[in-house]
Every structure is written in C-alpha cells, then in structure tokens.
C-alpha cells in the first residue's frame, strides 16, 4: 500500500515547482502510479530574458513522498 496518495504527490510537486520556478502557474496534466511512486506531469511558465515561455516538467515522487527526478523541457 502506497504511502502517498495521488493527491499528496500532486501537492509535493506543486510546491517543489513553486520553489524551484517561483511561479503560482502551475498545471498538474496527470498523475501515473508505478512501483516506484508516482510519475507527475504538466506545465507551468517561465521567463527567459523577458518573454514568457511555457515549461513542460515530468518528476517522479518516490512512495515516502520525496522527489527522485524532475525533468523540464521548454514547449
């Protein structure tokens, strides 16, 4: 049984990516269960020199709710 739900690992890598990107915008698109935890993937936006660019990130919550990988990717 998994110790952290779907919910709590939305809400570790909404706070992750607030601290990380310091932005509010942040739009979880899924959440996967896999043996290791919980893939999470969505977008949120950046700036870069002044012009506002949408992020892609995937991260990966282990089951005791601590981030293993964070992946990012521009769109």
Not at 7 to 14: F, G, H, L
Request: aromatic fraction near 6%; proline fraction near 4%; glycine fraction near 6%.
């Amino acid at each position: 049984m998994p110790q952290v739900t779907k919910e709590a690992a939305s809400q570790i890598v909404v706070d992750f990516i607030k601290k990380q990107k310091n932005t509010d915008k942040i739009n979880i698109a899924m959440v996967e269960e896999n043996s290791d935890g919980y893939v999470v993937r969505g977008t949120c936006p950046i700036d870069m020199e002044g012009h506002p660019w949408a992020e892609r990130f995937t991260i990966v919550v282990d089951l005791k709710g601590r981030i293993k990988t964070a992946d990012y990717a521009l769109l």
